[in-house]
């Protein structure tokens, strides 16, 4: 083949990597129907969306950067609890706190992040785990700013952009999430497929031959860890803002542990598993914990434990293999 | 004419062992040179002195004239002193077009935009295939690293080394663990290298070692034993003794 095909061929097949795909508009315009025709399911909604964000941060650590965190938490609760108390401080504009609450998170991120850069996975999870026990713990002891175990209360922000109040039906909160969500997964996309967001998966792949091209690896994963980190402390805001309060089970274990579950259902490394996971997780949760509100985990548990025996394969692979096999089995 | 690489006086100890002892190396612009000696001689240590992996305990390094003793290893990089390794480190989920155009991204410095797609920048995707054509693996460009047969993943190996526009390449054992069948491409894909880009063999295969290099240092016990033409290597006793067994040995 003559050197011009091959180009137009490598240009073609570069360009493929960031096309976007009708599935993604489909979801997309799901999410908005959702908003449009399930106002009583608002508040749920609504706490799925904050979710799914939160969840896509952890993505960009775990399945890009390939940083295993098990305390993702630390930025989502320093998320709320900022966006909780700037509120109270009087910046009471909800874009303006959620900016704010944003920037103080990243700095957490980065000044964490150097923690994080030394060691192995096992080092890692026992880091971020240590970061997020250690800022439950100081929000636990001073109650004076955080309100300690009675949470922080009276947490009132604005109307949104001035127009949008928050009502006690979840409306405004669910679409104030889910346009802040759709931008920052506007963000990210258009990120990970960046030759930086790029060099952040060639870490993941292989540091060694990552750092022996010329790209700094810590550099890249201070960045991405830093973006994470202000990722998931929006999410945090997200919910101080919509619930109009904050308590310490935004620090809690369980919120990390239950992210890393998302995931795991969802898929890592291509921004919607997060988002899918928190989903699916969220709903599964909602209604078995109708049914039996007693055992509802040992449901979960039992559906993980099918999920990762079956296969851990991206979600969005599954309705495909479904597929294959009705046709191979009817051929 | 200043040398492309040069060592003065490297010496690099762990605790009481001397790895790299007084080895004073100088590479002309555009060399083929090959660096053997027998297992332990010390020849992982010198790359790993040369690429900043290690700092050497004393002695000096030298590219194009500028001391490069203490720069970091992205610095070394993008200085033009480039490495490949005795075993593969690819990324197994990217293709080899994806290895290379972020190889080639760095090398323009287009590696720090968060903004631009992948591939838009048509001096990436020119740069790419060059190499990608140059290497003979334009025809799996798009196939996953992890997929590609073992000899193709070594000449990846040394593409991605070239896409970052080296001026003194070291190549560390590239026909390691390559079957039979697969060398010839080995050796066509280091016939291919630029002529321009100074090149460090290091290499157990004696075989390749004269066809390619047409230059040789000797390094036994982290010291250089001797250095001299293909020819004059090969007729050396001590040589013989080293790779061959000692007389008084056997």
């Given at each position: 083949m003559s050197r011009a095909e091959n180009i137009a061929l490598a240009a073609a097949s570069l360009r493929k990597v960031s096309a976007v795909r009708a599935a993604e508009i489909a979801f997309w315009l799901a999410a908005l129907a959702a908003f449009a025709l399930l106002p009583d399911q608002a508040l749920l909604l609504s706490e799925v969306t904050i979710t799914g964000l939160f969840a896509l941060s952890l993505d960009l650590v775990?399945?890009?950067?390939?940083i295993v965190s098990l305390g993702h938490a630390a930025f989502f609760g320093a998320g709320a609890y900022a966006a909780g108390l700037l509120t109270k401080m009087g910046v009471t504009d909800p874009l303006l706190g959620l900016a704010l609450s944003a920037a103080a998170t990243a700095l957490l991120g980065f000044v964490t992040s150097f923690l994080v850069l030394r060691g192995s996975d096992l080092t890692r999870i026992m880091v971020t785990l240590a970061v997020a026990v250690l800022l439950k713990e100081i929000a636990n002891r001073i109650p004076g700013i955080t309100g300690g175990a009675d949470g922080l209360q009276g947490v009132a922000p604005g109307p949104v952009l001035g127009i949008w109040e928050f009502d006690i039906f979840g409306q405004v909160g669910f679409g104030y999430s889910l346009a802040v969500t759709f931008v920052l997964f506007l963000i990210a996309r258009r990120f990970v497929v960046s030759p930086f967001g790029w060099s952040i998966r060639a870490v993941k792949e292989n540091q060694l031959r990552t750092s022996a091209i010329g790209i700094p690896v810590s550099r890249r994963l201070i960045v991405v860890y830093t973006l994470a980190a202000a990722y998931a402390g929006t999410a945090g805001a997200l919910l101080a803002q919509t619930t109009q309060f904050v308590s310490l089970d935004v620090l809690e274990f369980h919120r990390s542990a239950n992210l890393m579950l998302m995931l795991v259902i969802g898929g890592t490394g291509y921004l919607y598993g997060g988002l899918i996971g928190a989903l699916l997780f969220k709903l599964v949760q909602d209604a078995i914990a109708n049914i039996t509100p007693e055992y509802w985990e040992f449901w979960i548990g039992l559906l993980l434990v099918i999920l990762v025996l079956i296969g851990r394969d991206r979600i969005e692979a599954i309705p495909r293999a479904l597929l294959r096999r009705l046709r191979g089995a009817t051929p | 004419m200043t040398a492309a690489l040069e060592t003065t006086n490297l010496l690099r100890r762990f605790g009481g062992l001397v790895a790299t002892n007084d080895v004073s190396m100088c590479l002309a612009r555009g060399a083929r040179h090959a660096l053997i000696g027998p297992n332990g001689a010390g020849k992982t240590t010198l790359i790993n002195l040369l690429t900043g992996v290690l700092a050497p305990s004393s002695g000096t390094i030298r590219l194009d004239g500028a001391d490069?003793?203490?720069?970091?290893r992205s610095r070394r990089v993008e200085l033009g002193l480039v490495r490949t390794f005795q075993i593969n480190q690819l990324f197994p989920g990217f293709t080899p077009l994806q290895t290379v155009g972020l190889a080639v991204s760095r090398r323009l410095g287009l590696d720090r935009n968060m903004w631009r797609r992948i591939g838009s920048d048509p001096r990436v995707i020119e740069g790419s295939v060059d190499v990608l054509e140059r290497f003979d693996l334009i025809d799996v460009m798009?196939?996953?690293?992890?997929?590609?047969p073992y000899g193709k993943q070594r000449l990846l190996e040394i593409a991605v080394a070239i896409a970052c526009g080296p001026r003194v390449l070291l190549l560390d054992?590239?026909?390691?663990?390559?079957?039979e069948g697969e060398r010839g491409e080995i050796m066509d894909g280091l016939a291919a290298l630029p002529a321009d880009v100074t090149v460090l063999l290091i290499e157990h295969d004696m075989d390749l070692v004269f066809r390619f290099a047409d230059r040789i240092s000797v390094l036994v016990s982290g010291a250089l034993l001797l250095e001299g033409t293909a020819s004059e290597v090969a007729a050396d006793p001590r040589v013989r003794a080293v790779y061959l067994g000692d007389a008084s040995h056997g």
């Open positions: 775990l399945g890009y950067g390939g | 490069i003793t203490t720069a970091s798009n196939r996953p690293t992890a997929t590609l054992e590239p026909a390691a663990g390559v079957p």
